[in-house]
């Protein structure tokens, strides 16, 4: 037996303030992520998702000024003994908004920046942009354009591998299709299935859009102002319909028609987790 293999994210105990505020935005979170975990973090508005997840990644408390107490150790780095950029390298983070991740002109400068900082071998460099191309299926020729002549979607995958050819051990996106278009929302979320399998990382997705993410994730957390009021697999975490309503968490409509279905007892199977699943179930139903 060799040692237990360290969690990707470790939260003990966490309480946040922001200067100014009265309210602690995070109120005694603990959790822990394991390495490889797909994860998905979910809660009203204002619950704290963003604060907690910057937390992971050290810009909370090294890039803002607040109240803080308990400790995240993210890939074996307490956030508060490291810098903002040694975290960087081993917890990549993508903003909802990739405009404000632009630095460069042109999307191989993009993909060639934190590359570059590392100082990495040209070859190296050439290796692992066309890899990450690859997971975002973005094509040889995007190389030459400037990131704004993009499509939102196009523009969300250059910053996603922009993350990725840094190959960090965990990879956190913050509602990274609330900017996009449905189009561009399925250009990013076809992203997310091609990480789960080709990546072996951690994942951890902050999302609104439960339909997608609801396959996908391993485990499921539910942030309330705050709180972390439940951590489960999916097929526990959404089986709860009532409990997420009532948390303001608004699960597809076809989990909430199926769960109709339960409660007038004419179905006692699980919540489906996607559409077509949850087709059959009612197509099942109306045969009987
Ligand atoms: N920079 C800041 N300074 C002061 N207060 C902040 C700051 N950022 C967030 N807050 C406050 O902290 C609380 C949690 O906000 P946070 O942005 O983490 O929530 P969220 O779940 O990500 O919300 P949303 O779904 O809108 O993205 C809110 O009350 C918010 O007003
Ligand atoms: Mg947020």
């Known amino acids: 037996m060799g040692a237990v293999a360290e969690p990707a994210i470790k939260v003990e105990d966490l309480w946040w303030k922001y200067e100014g505020r009265k309210d602690w935005a995070l109120k005694g979170v603990n959790l822990t992520i394991e390495r490889g975990e797909f994860v998905g973090i979910v809660g009203p508005n204002e619950s704290g998702k963003t604060t907690l997840v910057m937390a992971m990644n050290g810009?909370?408390?090294?890039?803002?000024?607040?109240?803080?107490?308990?400790?995240?150790?993210?890939?074996?780095?307490?956030?508060?003994?490291?810098?903002?950029?040694?975290?960087?390298?081993?917890?990549?983070?993508?903003?909802?908004?990739?405009?404000?991740?632009?630095?460069?002109?042109?999307?191989?400068?993009?993909?060639?920046?934190?590359?570059?900082?590392?100082?990495?071998?040209?070859?190296?460099?050439?290796?692992?942009?066309?890899?990450?191309?690859?997971?975002?299926?973005?094509?040889?020729?995007?190389?030459?354009?400037?990131?704004?002549?993009?499509?939102?979607?196009?523009?969300?995958?250059?910053?996603?591998?922009?993350?990725?050819?840094?190959?960090?051990?965990?990879?956190?996106?913050?509602?990274?299709?609330?900017?996009?278009?449905?189009?561009?929302k399925s250009e990013v979320f076809d992203v997310l299935v091609q990480l789960r399998r080709s990546y072996n990382a951690t994942i951890i997705v902050v999302e609104h859009r439960l339909e997608d993410i609801a396959y996908l994730a391993d485990k499921m957390i539910l942030l309330y102002y705050g709180e972390v009021l439940r951590v489960a697999p999916p097929r526990e975490f959404f089986d709860n319909i009532p409990f997420l309503l009532k948390h303001y968490v608004y699960p597809p409509e076809i989990m909430i028609a199926v769960h109709r279905l339960r409660e007038e007892g004419l179905y006692d199977g699980p919540i489906p987790l996607r559409f077509e699943e949850g087709v059959k179930i009612i197509e099942e139903v109306l045969r009987a």
Do not use: C
């Open 59 to 184: 810009l909370i408390p090294n890039n803002y000024r607040g109240v803080m107490k308990g400790r995240v150790v993210s890939v074996g780095m307490d956030t508060r003994e490291h810098t903002t950029a040694e975290i960087a390298r081993r917890v990549g983070f993508v903003f909802s908004d990739p405009e404000s991740q632009f630095l460069t002109m042109t999307v191989e400068e993009e993909l060639a920046f934190g590359l570059e900082n590392m100082g990495l071998p040209v070859e190296e460099i050439r290796d692992r942009i066309r890899w990450a191309m690859e997971i975002t299926r973005l094509d040889e020729e995007f190389l030459e354009k400037p990131p704004y002549e993009l499509s939102g979607g196009q523009k969300q995958r250059v910053a996603i591998a922009a993350v990725l050819a840094m190959k960090p051990d965990v990879i956190i996106l913050d509602e990274p299709t609330s900017m996009l278009d449905p189009i561009g």
